[in-house]
Structures are given as structure tokens and as C-alpha cells.
């Protein structure tokens, strides 16, 4: 049985650097975050969006966190020693049925969590049920499909980039289709919000891009490269082998084409990798990473 924790292969250093801190600084006068008392993060993992959020939470204010891997909760508690101002609690839990009251926080969040579960309606219908009436409501979900699309691959063909457009558009599908969750959500929340009735509904996008520059003498470069290296080590695409061929396959994918698919794939970033280790790489990308809120 695999006991690999949920999202493991994410949890790489450039997590650290996903957000401008003036960014959430805007987001934190936007959203009114000096005035929550309690919150609560989903599927909060190690921690990471609780620590973005923290900095711009008021002394005393109770920082819940709830996730459904002991291993993460454990190593959040850990981690948010970081932020002496707030009571931090972390406790296991599953989103689909949060462990807390109704009306319970201020403010419930979450990063990176919709995309990866079965009903992403059910979760932020429970979300709601624990959140006060008048408080915030607020998610960081992607496009990952994006990010593919706008690579500005000039060296690349066209008639060798859009069959692995099209194969990560099946795999996302396909793995959508297996209920283990849908990677471009982002754009479907604010709708879900609506259906929800939540009022005052407003999203935005993250300011941050990702900045490859020779000779990438940057904390974040350098995390980049480190995740490139591991990513090839491992054979990972944006998922391993198995389960890329899976999600392929579920997602109306030939299974005599997967092959050739999976090596292009690979291809692509080794040709990537390659000019990072000759140090000639440039590349910025800008993931497209939504911002979604609405008030109860
Ligand atoms: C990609 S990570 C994001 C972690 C964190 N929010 C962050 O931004 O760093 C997704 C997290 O959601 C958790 N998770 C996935 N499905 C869940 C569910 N149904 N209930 C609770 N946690 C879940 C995973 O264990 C993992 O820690």
C-alpha cells in the first residue's frame, strides 16, 4: 500500500515563493483581514498559505487548521511557531465533513485544495456551514491548463506543443473523471459561489510570476532548479508515470498513443532542464493562480 501522504510531490522549497508579501498585503486590506478573529485554513498542509496569511492576521486571533494527513498537521504545528502573535491549532480532518460547528470562523480559506478533491461543491458547501454569517469565504485555486498554453516555447514547433496541450487537457479530465479532482478549477469558482449565494463575490490573480534568469543566483532560482532536477530524477511530469497514463486513459486518451505522449512530454522538459544546467535559460512564466471570495 502506498503510504505516501496527499500532495507529497508538491510540497517542494518553491512553495515558498509563491506570493508577492505586498500582493497579500492588498488582499489582507481588501479582505478586511485585520478585523478576524478566527480562522480557519482547509487542507491546510504544512502550512504554507496559513504562513501568507499570518503576518496580516491581529494578535490573538485564533489560526485553525485542519487537513486530513496526521503527517502534515504534525509538521504545520511545527512550522507555526513562526507566528507567536496567533493561537494556532492544527487538528486531522476531512474537508467534506469539517470537525467544528456552524458559524464557527470569521474567515475560512484554502489553497490548492479544490483542485484535488472528488465534489469541490460539497467542500465549499461545508466551508460555509462553519463560517459566521457575514464572514469571508476566500480561495487560491489555478489554471494549471494556462500554463502550458502561454509558455512562450519559440524554439519548440507548433505541431509539437499542442499534442501535449492536448494530452494534459485529457489527463486533467481523466483524473477529474476518477473523482481525485480537477486542476484548473479556479475559473469555475467564482460560479460555484454564486450557486452558493454568497454575496459580495469578487476575484482577482496572483502578481507573482516565476523569474528564471542566468546564472538563477535567487533563493527562489534556486529552488526552481532543485525541483526541475527532482522532477527528472523521478520521471515526474506534472504526475508520475502510473498515474498520468490513468488519468490519460480516463480521460478518453488512445492507449497506443501514451507512450509517444509521455516521452514528449518528458522531452520537453529535459530540453528545459538542459538549458537550466548550461545556465542559458531564461524564462519567466506567470501561473494562474485566482483569488476567490465572497461574504456569507
Ligand atoms: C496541494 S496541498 C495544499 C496545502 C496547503 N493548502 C498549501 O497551500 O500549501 C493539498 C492539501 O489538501 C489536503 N487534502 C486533500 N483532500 C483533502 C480532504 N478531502 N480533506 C482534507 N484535506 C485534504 C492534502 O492532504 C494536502 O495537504
Known amino acids: 500500500m502506498d503510504e ?3 500532495s507529497a510531490a508538491y510540497f517542494g522549497d518553491t512553495r515558498d515563493f509563491w506570493w508577492n508579501r505586498d500582493f497579500l498585503e492588498l488582499m ?3 479582505w478586511q483581514l485585520a478585523e478576524v478573529r478566527r480562522a480557519l485554513d482547509v487542507g491546510c498542509g504544512l502550512g504554507h498559505w ?6 496580516f492576521l491581529p494578535a490573538g486571533c485564533e489560526l485553525t487548521g485542519v487537513d486530513r494527513e496526521t ?3 504534525d509538521e504545520a504545528r511545527h512550522r507555526s511557531a513562526a507566528h507567536p502573535h496567533l493561537r494556532c491549532t492544527f487538528v486531522t480532518g476531512e474537508a467534506e465533513r469539517l470537525p467544528f460547528a456552524d458559524d464557527s470562523f470569521d474567515l475560512v480559506t484554502c489553497q490548492t485544495v479544490l483542485i484535488h478533491v472528488r465534489e469541490p461543491v460539497v467542500v465549499l458547501r461545508e466551508m460555509l456551514r462553519v463560517l459566521r454569517p457575514g464572514g469571508l469565504l476566500a480561495v487560491a485555486e489555478p489554471n494549471n491548463v494556462a500554463v502550458n498554453l502561454v509558455r512562450s516555447d519559440l524554439a519548440v514547433p507548433v505541431a509539437e506543443i499542442l499534442p501535449l496541450v492536448e494530452f494534459q ?3 486533467e479530465r481523466g483524473k477529474m473523471k476518477l473523482g481525485e479532482g480537477f486542476i484548473s478549477v479556479g475559473p469555475l469558482v467564482p460560479g460555484w ?3 452558493l449565494g454568497l454575496g459580495q463575490i469578487e476575484s482577482w490573480q496572483s502578481d507573482k510570476t516565476t523569474m528564471l534568469l542566468p546564472p538563477y543566483a535567487s533563493a527562489e532560482a534556486q529552488a526552481l532548479v532543485s525541483e526541475a532536477e527532482a522532477m527528472d530524477r523521478q520521471e515526474f511530469w506534472i504526475w508520475n508515470r502510473e498515474d498520468t497514463r490513468r ?3 480516463a480521460g478518453g486518451g488512445e492507449v497506443e498513443k501514451f507512450e509517444d505522449l509521455w516521452r514528449r512530454a518528458l522531452a520537453r522538459e529535459r530540453f528545459l532542464l538542459a538549458g537550466l544546467r ?8 506567470a501561473p494562474t493562480l485566482l483569488l476567490v471570495s465572497g461574504r456569507k
Do not use: G, K, V
Not at 496559513?50 to 503576518?55: E, H, V, W
Not at 548550461?278 to 512564466?285: M, S
Open 247 to 249: 488519468y490519460f486513459l
Open 4 to 6: 505516501t501522504p496527499h
Open 278 to 285: 548550461a545556465r542559458t535559460l531564461d524564462r519567466t512564466t
Open 71 to 73: 503527517r502534515w498537521i
Open 193 to 195: 459561489f454564486a450557486e
Open 169 to 171: 487537457m485529457r489527463c
Open 28 to 30: 489582507s486590506r481588501r
Open 50 to 55: 496559513a504562513a501568507c496569511l499570518a503576518p
